[in-house]
């Protein structure tokens, strides 16, 4: 499969747990995001990574979240002390270079805090 | 930061008639405008893109058009069909320097 996959599709957890979410890229694509998106919304931009370097997290949602790309292919995802209000799909997307621009999607985690 | 609106957040049509969605930015930096299609339950996808060096767009039965003057740009699709129901985002960013930015959705329903 050559597209952005990512693991795994549905999490369901209670509220208080630790979740981590995977994210593989286009094998030949520099950089990988994050992207959050509720019901009946855009995707909201999360955090972003060129190589292993990440460039943007000031947009994460809170301390609870962290990402990693430490080798610069796939990259995690982390929510700790998870809330109700977390409930949300956790889309990955990646591009080639930057000056092409266009992300490509993967099929996201939907994750749902009880 | 970049702002990006979204019109309608739901548009009708009838099978052949054209669907128009628009939307504007706050960057004027912002140079790249993608248009995402997104079906229920399946990611967003690419459908097609506009830079700021050009004014229009066409992909068959897309286009796209961008007044940077005004920081709005538009999606236009011809001809609808049942299979062009979905969720459209627009989206705007400084290509290679900033993250795009998404608008909330328009949902299109083509009436057969």
């Known amino acids: 499969d050559t597209g952005v996959s990512q693991d795994p599709r549905h999490k369901i957890t209670k509220r208080g747990q630790n979740v981590t979410f995977r994210c593989d890229p286009i094998?030949?694509?520099?950089?990988l995001y994050w992207y959050r998106q509720t019901l009946g919304q855009g995707p909201e931009f999360l955090t972003y990574f060129q190589n292993e370097a990440q460039l943007e997290k000031s947009r994460l949602l809170s301390d609870r979240f962290s990402a990693e790309r430490p080798k610069g292919s796939f990259s995690t995802l982390e929510i700790q002390r998870t809330e109700q209000g977390d409930s949300a799909m956790y889309l990955c997307?990646?591009?080639?270079?930057?000056?092409?621009?266009?992300?490509?999607f993967g099929s996201g985690t939907q994750l749902s805090v009880l | 930061g970049e702002n990006v609106e979204q019109h309608p957040s739901t548009l009708s049509v009838q099978e052949g008639d054209s669907a128009v969605i628009k939307c504007t930015y706050s960057?004027?930096?912002?140079?790249?405008f993608p248009w995402y299609k997104q079906e229920l339950g399946k990611r967003p996808q690419l459908i097609i893109d506009?830079?700021?060096?050009?004014g229009e767009k066409k992909d068959q039965r897309i286009a796209v058009t961008l007044n940077k003057t005004a920081k709005h740009f538009s999606l236009h699709i011809t001809e609808t069909q049942p299979e062009d129901s979905a969720v459209y985002f627009c989206a705007a960013s400084i290509a290679g320097n900033t993250p795009l930015v998404f608008g909330k959705g328009t949902r299109l329903s083509v009436i057969a």
């Open positions: 960057d004027s930096a912002s140079n790249y």
């Open positions: 997307a990646s591009s080639q270079s930057p000056e092409t621009g266009g992300l490509f």
């Open positions: 506009i830079r700021s060096n050009v």
């Open positions: 094998s030949e694509h520099n950089r």
